[in-house]
């Protein structure tokens, strides 16, 4: 048991290896003890190295059949290996022999409206309600209140009603102002509905560690490091087997609408929201030449920038990706063009655009659970915006053939069109299937899941009109 406690307790310190060697000690001793086999399943996970981490995860299952938190992990595995079908039905048997549990009602629901199956996560998160009050009640209410019908919203305020003060995390707090939020939107009661946006907001604008000033010197090195020397010398001859494309931009732009409509042509494929530049090509840039991003892009060595390709390419392997051109959607990755340049000098990079208002309204009125400011506050996301435009203004002036833009407006006005000239732009021909994206099961887990499972309408377009006077009010005041 104490080697089962230190092994736990490295696994905590993500001290992996030290982990794995221990929790294969207790299996030498015990090959059945479930614990074992689950820190394995999920040091597995953290390496992703998904394959392995099923066959730990399914073991682990079999000896800890009361637990749940293996059927959870061995579900987001066979999602991480494009199985969904698999990870649904470990859900279902999770929730037959757990019925009796909030957590993984919401945990099912959430699966639901990330693979579209709207009806299906509307009822589970309404059998949720039904069993014993937890804190995840209140997130299933927040998730309901955007899938009900209007007479069924009043039922649900009550039901939100009876959590209140039951919760000191401000998380739960700020949880239940979207829901209300939204609740009163639903309602027309458009002057309710902003109040409670905006006490959600303030609570999570204290959560906030930092604020979008901050990141200006960053910014300034930035547009420093990769200016007219830096794009000016001889770049690498590449030959990909692949064409990357960059969907980049502000947040709520459009980007999760314009990949699956996208993905739905036979030569794409998406790697998603992937973090892979920031977490692993530009630590080991910052090792290898010892200085910080963005300076340890502007001369790194060709064999340098080799070793990055071959980590992206990786990348796209353990997304199964085959399809000739690869996706990555990350919106903040606008800040990483010099280094993608670097990279791939053929790269497709697209930036979406939208009216200003109706960006940061559509950004104010979601919930974001992250730590950064500009997902909360209005004055803090015109700050970044304007830092977005000034990055893309100059990359632009820069690598003009590199780079196409276009505006969410016209996406949603001119659907057929715009996708056509997208396609040109990324050297592939039109297919009409990609106009029937809202039939695809492909998973969406961002703010946009249910959005994009419905035809193209134009209501998005107007829908801030009618905070309008609260955004200039919020806008106009000092940060």
Not at 287 to 293: G, I, K, Q, V
Not at 398 to 412: D, F, G, P
Request: net charge neutral; aromatic share 12%; hydrophobic share 40%.
């Amino acid at each position: 048991m104490l080697l089962l406690d230190r092994a736990t307790e490295l696994l905590l310190e993500n001290r992996l290896r030290e982990a794995e060697f221990m929790f294969k000690q207790v299996l030498k001793q015990n090959p059945k003890n479930g614990k074992a086999l689950f820190g394995l399943g999920r040091i597995c996970m953290r390496l992703e190295q998904y394959d392995n981490a099923i066959y730990y995860l399914k073991r682990a299952c079999e000896h800890l059949p009361k637990m749940l938190d293996p059927l959870y992990a061995l579900a987001d595995a066979f999602i991480a290996v494009g199985s969904p079908v698999d990870a649904k039905t470990v859900l279902e048997y999770a929730l037959s022999v757990a019925r009796h549990n909030a957590q993984i009602h919401y945990h099912l629901g959430q699966f639901y409206l990330d693979h579209g199956f709207i009806d299906n996560a509307y009822q589970v998160f309404k059998k949720g309600l039904d069993c014993p009050a937890s804190g995840v009640s209140v997130f299933m209410i927040f998730e309901l209140m955007q899938l009900v019908r209007p007479d069924e919203i009043p039922r649900l305020i009550e039901r939100l009603n009876e959590f209140e003060n039951k919760f000191e995390h401000p998380k739960f707090h700020i949880v239940a102002y979207h829901a209300y939020a939204t609740a009163h939107q639903a309602l027309g009661e458009n002057k309710e509905a902003f109040e409670y946006y905006k006490k959600a907001n303030e609570l999570q604008l204290t959560q906030c560690t930092f604020r979008t000033a901050d990141m200006l010197p960053f910014f300034s090195r930035l547009l420093d490091t990769c200016n007219d020397d830096f794009f000016s010398k001889p770049i690498d001859k590449v030959k990909s087997t692949f064409t990357p494309v960059f969907i980049v931009g502000l947040p709520r732009t459009g980007s999760t609408l314009l990949e699956q409509i996208l993905t739905q042509h036979s030569q794409i494929g998406t790697i998603g929201e992937s973090i892979v530049l920031s977490d692993k090509i530009v630590p080991y840039l910052e090792m290898r030449m010892e200085r910080n991003f963005p300076d340890c892009i502007y001369d790194p060595s060709t064999s340098m920038l080799d070793y990055c390709r071959s980590v992206y390419v990786d990348e796209i392997k353990k997304h199964r990706v085959q399809e000739e051109a690869v996706i990555n959607k990350l919106p903040s990755n606008f800040q990483n063009i010099g280094l993608i340049y670097k990279l791939f000098p053929n790269a497709r990079i697209i930036r979406l655009t939208r009216e200003f208002k109706a960006n940061a309204w559509s950004v104010y009125s979601n919930h974001f659970a992250e730590n950064e400011p500009y997902f909360c506050s209005l004055t803090e996301f015109a700050l970044y915006a304007d830092i977005e435009k000034q990055v893309m203004d100059h990359f632009s002036s820069q690598i003009k053939r590199n780079i196409y833009q276009v505006s969410y407006e016209k996406l949603i006005e001119e659907p057929e069109r715009t996708i056509q000239k997208i396609l040109n732009f990324i050297y592939l021909k039109y297919e009409p299937e990609c106009m029937e994206f809202y039939k695809s099961r492909a998973k969406v887990s961002t703010l946009s899941k249910t959005q994009v499972r419905q035809p193209i309408h134009t209501r998005s377009l107007s829908r801030w009109q009618t905070f309008e006077a609260q955004i200039e009010k919020e806008l106009g005041k000092p940060t």
